[in-house]
């Protein structure tokens, strides 16, 4: 199975702050890579796919980057409503996996 | 709109089977695939597999393979996920999720609002 590593695992940011999390691959996936948000106690919801697409509806202060093994998800301007945690994913090849979590916390 | 509606809370004993719905509306059903993903408390997402609702073709996680079965009914447009030889490793929230077809990338656009399925003596 491709694991994929997320970091860091925790960041405090301040509203409006910039911010980059990372997701790293155990073998190249291309573009096959997805990041989700998810909020207590709901599901998640898809924001970037193929690295670098955004999703219809999503703001566009959220971006993605990176091809082969090293990915990146940026939040150029963090919103209040953007404190939760967020996965990357991978479509390569079955099983599909997800990183273990980004939860991004109020400073 | 694109709606996934899945089946309620659920208490099983070790050993049980569980069975969870997920009835799709808004868009044309036999054009997805519907995924199943897993997340116990406090954990991260884990995929289990997918069903084809065009022709009921499957592909399970390994780590599932043997104990998961996901059928699908087009009249009802509906996907089931059942899990059999239930442990307390297997609490967690169900989600089933949509890959439109046929799509240029595969992504899980629409979610259902999850089941939480309980595993306990």
């Known amino acids: 199975d491709i694991q994929l590593t997320q970091s860091p695992s925790s960041l405090s940011a301040s509203v409006e702050d910039r911010v980059t999390i990372t997701c790293r691959t155990s073998q190249s996936i291309s573009t096959y890579l997805n990041w989700y948000q998810q909020k207590p106690g709901k599901a998640p919801k898809l924001l970037i796919y193929a690295a670098s697409s955004l999703q219809s509806g999503v703001p566009s202060r959220f971006s993605g980057s990176g091809s082969g093994t090293d990915f990146t998800l940026t939040i150029s301007s963090l919103q209040p409503e953007d404190f939760a945690i967020y996965y990357c994913q991978q479509t390569y090849t079955t099983p599909w996996t997800f990183g273990q979590g980004t939860k991004v916390e109020i400073k | 709109q694109v709606q996934l509606v899945q089946s309620g809370a659920e208490v099983k004993k070790p050993g049980a089977s569980v069975r969870v719905s997920c009835k799709a509306s808004g868009y044309t059903f036999s054009s997805s695939a519907i995924h199943w993903v897993r997340q116990a408390p406090g954990q991260g997402l884990e995929w289990m597999g997918w069903i084809n609702a065009a022709n009921g073709n499957t592909k399970y996680s390994q780590k599932f393979q043997g104990r998961v079965t996901l059928t699908r009914d087009t009249s009802a447009s509906t996907a089931h996920m059942e899990l059999n030889s239930l442990k307390s490793e297997d609490t967690a929230v169900y989600y089933c999720?949509?890959?439109?077809?046929?799509?240029?990338?595969?992504?899980?656009?629409?979610w259902g609002q999850g089941t939480l399925v309980t595993v306990s003596s």
């Open positions: 999720a949509r890959v439109d077809l046929p799509g240029v990338v595969a992504i899980l656009d629409y």
